[in-house]
């Protein structure tokens, strides 16, 4: 547990934002995350296509152009005016960053981004014959070697915007278990696609892993829901950790977790419940216990809990502003509940 000896617990969130301002989403963010919290670029889904996961991480590839057809993204032979849309949507969001980040007397010394990861970009991104691209292995590569090399240019202008800080990378696989089990369909719908092995999934992280620290990045992690979370995966992958919900967590799960923790990777733990937008926040207290029962009964040490993050359980898009900032504020006092234990 070296790694993690000197860290104080602290929170973060997913990345989805309500609302279509960056500019008041940035100042929310950072208002509210001041180390050792990680501050993030916002992403406002509300501003329509373009500002999509798909579209946002697509923009990045190189030497593959992509714009929306009726059935969603599709690669195509020259970018069209909705990848352009997603492009200027990003250059706008970093370039207010700068601004807003400049302008602190006293700014974060750790900053994160998201990127959806590989595998759940092949299965969003369809191919010329309407097909997804997760169909074919050529495309799932290409589109891994892709992201592997646009992720630097991006983090080069996200350093320019917050000099000096740790960059975080958070890689999005949300539809990770439905690749790995052959459960997503075909254009038609009449059947699913064949199920991506493991090995092959570690794989294509792992490309854009070792682009990611090629780059400069600090910190590494994978997020995916709980059910059938590859946790060993993402840990053969070269992630520095996992981020992932802890409402549903098999016992196997919570093994693997401890595994890792004592192997110095980093848990981001999905502990504050954010399925129900309109639902009362919890107490902190009930969820530092959330987290502290399944610890203390995998007899991890109380002074392993300085290194983990908090966040929801899912992306704030769908609560309003003024909620998603209370669910931060909620999480840092999380944060402090955690240290607490952790220095006994």
Known sequence: ????????ASATALGPWPGSDPAEATRIIRGEFGDPH???????????????????????????????QPHGWRLV???????????SALSTDINILADIAGSEDVSATEFKIQLLG???????????????????????RDIAESLAAGVAGHLSRIATAVPGCRLVVQVDEPDIASVMAGTIPTASGYRTLRSISGEEVTGMWRVVIDALKTAGVTETVVSVPEIEAPIDRILASGADGIAVPL??????QWEQLAAAV?????????ALSTSDPQAQLPRTAEVVESIWKPWRQLGLPASGLSGLRVTPSTGLADFKPSTAKAVLTK??????????????
């Open 77 to 87: 032979d020259r970018p069209g005016k909705d990848a352009q849309r997603a492009r």
């Open 118 to 140: 590989p595998m759940s970009l092949a299965a969003n991104l369809h191919l010329h014959n309407g097909e997804r691209a997760l169909l074919d292995y050529g495309a799932r």
């Open 1 to 8: 547990m070296t790694q993690v000896d000197n860290l104080r």
């Open 262 to 270: 004592e192997d110095g990777k980093r848990v981001w733990a999905g």
């Open 38 to 68: 990680l501050p993030f670029l916002p992403e406002l889904p509300d501003r329509g296509v373009g500002s999509d996961a798909v579209g946002r991480t697509g923009s990045l590839l190189v030497d593959l152009a992509i714009d929306v």
């Open 331 to 344: 999480l840092t006092h999380v944060a402090d509940g955690l240290d607490q234990l952790a220095q006994g």
């Open 247 to 252: 409402r549903a967590l098999t016992t196997r």
